[in-house]
């Protein structure tokens, strides 16, 4: 929640639609098109990834149009020196008088023919193809540090580096101009620019981080020079006093309020005791660092196990992305000898988002070509020993899951024994996307569900209760939210959901406690009924349908013939029990039989080299 004074628009909206008015603006005065504009003003630039015209398009052409409409109804020159600039755009009026009302309407500034992306042109009234992209040259000059990068776009001869310039400098400038009167301090300010339309860094911090009397002086001198959208000076407080000498709004004591005249702490009110870390802006160095706050029990290079209260240990994985290595596995199994022996209970928490993106190929790799399959299965082999380690730790271990938990992070979350997740956390066994099958316990975990699902039932069948955990795992589906990872059996109903991510780690360190002092067990290792080979056979069937029917391909066919022979418990009658040890058996088969398939390694070396999953 940001606090906002009572004015048109609050502060998002106020300094956020009056940005996406000066940019409209500026696409016109430098004459660029909208797919190259929004690959300039998306995540190069440090905003949501949908840039500008593509957002408008998801919140819908007409509902921007209102929104604009309050700042023309209650607003006036007098009261605002950027009023002129805030006239519908005619490309904007167009489409709203044409219907094409954005992805509601499937067309608005973007329309989708087909597989093809189309734009608007309004001088002809029609779509034209789009897919344009920056110029390589501006992409890289966003990499440079603030100050480097502002100065290299200001003196840009290019259209796309003169047009950065400009939309920055006409939020550096209107977010100056009205900072006292919409909002306390520039801390609402920036945070509601953070929060409401997902940008790294709000106006004030991006222009702290580059220098502040460097960029005022470059800004009020395109002002005095008539480049600006109004001719309004900065405010005094930019050049004069404590913020010039500080060198920006944001300090250790709070950040600048022009209204009181000076530096404001942030505010004390219960419900900030929940964010032991809250979310910080640069300059705010007197918050508590989560890296180094607490009582430090064991640190290396790969984990940070720590306390804050003496009663709960906290390990934090310190790897990249916080995958999960052999140096990360080899601490987790410590941390929890420590947890059982000094502590109540555990939680894993990596502090910043991803929880985990699970096992480090690039570390194992080298293991494989070194060692071949042999190597492999060794580590997969402790990679499940660490995963039965803590679900049958006798401390409770509570997985606090912010961001992503794929693949080895999800295995590790399902067999903790209680999970806190952010609302917005994406979970989910993804190996497929690798070409591999989940080699940590993920496949023993659908199983072992289906079959405590099963027997709440009065059927006979396991195979109904493993049809959703076996196409989530051969279709590499990930669950989107908190609720849909509920839905595909990744959280459980007695999992916690928490809206706020700053609180994430306060409501599962309370769990934990919560558990222990409720007297809570261990479960005891015990075996549990799989499908079969009917289960199998069945499975089998459908997939060779899909593999015919064009949906999957036949090493997408293989892969998933593999997961169902797993889950299914293998070549054994319907009803048998088995259990976790025997069915980890026969992943780790899997897993070392696709490691050595040269489709497999097509499909590590394209994720490694691009990120992004490759069909074949």
């Known amino acids: 929640v940001v606090r906002a004074k009572d004015t048109p628009n609050f502060i998002a909206n106020r300094i956020g639609i009056a940005g996406m008015l000066a940019t409209m603006k500026e696409v016109e005065n430098f004459g660029l098109t909208f797919d190259v504009v929004d690959d300039l003003t998306g995540k190069k630039l440090g905003r949501a990834s949908s840039g500008t015209f593509r957002t408008a398009d998801v919140v819908g052409l007409d509902t921007m149009a209102h929104v604009i409409k309050t700042l023309q109804d209650n607003l006036s ?42 734009q608007f042109e309004l001088d002809s009234e029609d779509y034209v193809p789009a897919g344009g992209k920056a110029d390589e040259v501006y992409g890289r000059m966003l990499k440079k540090p603030a100050a480097e990068r502002l100065k290299l776009l200001r003196n840009a001869e290019g259209a796309q580096g003169r047009f950065l310039w400009a939309i920055l400098r006409n939020s550096f400038h209107y977010a100056a101009i009205h900072l006292e009167s919409i909002a306390e301090s520039a801390r609402d300010v920036d945070q509601a ?59 250790a004591q709070g950040s600048w309020s022009p209204a009181k005249g000076q530096f404001v702490p942030r505010r004390v009110l219960p419900v900030y005791e929940r964010q032991i870390f809250p979310e910080k802006l640069l300059g705010e160095d007197s918050l508590p660092d989560w890296k180094t706050a607490g009582t430090t029990i064991a640190e290396s290079k790969a984990l940070r196990t720590w306390t804050l209260d003496g009663q709960i240990l906290i390990a934090s994985i310190k790897n990249k992305m916080h995958a999960i290595s052999p140096e990360v596995m080899e601490a987790l199994m410590e941390a929890v000898d420590v947890a059982e022996t000094d502590f109540q209970g555990m939680v894993i928490w990596s502090g910043d988002a991803p929880f985990s993106v699970g096992a480090d190929l690039e570390a194992t790799m080298p ?15 402790e990679l499940q020993n660490l995963m039965l380690r803590i679900r049958y730790a006798q401390v409770p271990v509570v997985a606090a899951i912010h961001g992503m938990a794929l693949g080895g992070g999800c295995e590790l979350a399902v067999y903790s024994a209680r999970r806190v997740a952010h609302m917005e956390s994406y979970i989910g066994l993804v190996e497929v996307g690798v070409g591999l099958v989940p080699g940590a316990g993920g496949l023993t975990y659908i199983a072992r569900r289906a079959a405590e699902n099963a027997a709440t039932s009065t059927g006979k069948d396991l195979l109904p209760f493993l ?19 509920r839905k595909l059996g990744y959280l459980l109903d007695s999992d916690l959901i928490v809206p ?117």
């Open 500 to 616: 706020h991510k700053d609180e994430l780690l306060f409501v599962a360190i309370n769990e934990a406690k919560s558990m222990a002092a409720g007297g809570w067990r261990a479960p005891l290792p015990r075996s549990f009924p799989v499908a079969g080979r009917s289960g199998v056979a069945t499975i089998k069937g459908s997939l060779v349908n899909m593999r015919d029917g064009g949906f999957i391909s036949e090493f997408d066919q293989h892969v998933a013939s593999l997961i169902a022979n797993v889950v299914c418990g293998g070549d054994v009658d319907a009803g048998t029990l088995v259990d976790e040890a025997y069915l980890m058996k026969l992943e780790r088969k899997a897993f070392c039989h696709l490691i050595g398939h040269p489709k497999t390694h097509e499909r590590i070396l394209g994720m490694l080299n691009t990120g992004k999953p490759v069909r074949n």
């Open 193 to 251: 620019m953070r929060w409401g339309f997902g940008m790294k860094q709000g106006p004030f911090e991006l222009w702290q981080e580059a220098g502040w009397l460097e960029v005022a002086k470059m800004v009020q001198e395109d002002i005095d020079a008539g480049k600006a959208l109004s001719k309004a000076p900065l405010p005094k407080w930019v050049f004069e006093g404590p913020v010039a000498e500080a060198g920006g709004v944001h300090t």
């Open 77 to 118: 020159a007098e009261t605002d020196p950027f009023y002129a600039s805030f006239g519908t755009p005619p490309v904007l009026a167009k489409l709203i008088e044409l219907g094409n009302l954005g992805q509601k309407a499937k067309k608005g500034f973007y329309k989708k023919v087909g597989r093809d992306i189309l």
């Open 467 to 485: 049809t959703e955990g076996f196409t989530a795992a051969a279709m590499a589906k990930v669950g989107t939210s908190a609720i849909e990872s």
């Open 367 to 381: 293991a494989f070509v070194i060692g071949g399959a042999d190597a492999i299965e060794s580590v997969e082999q």
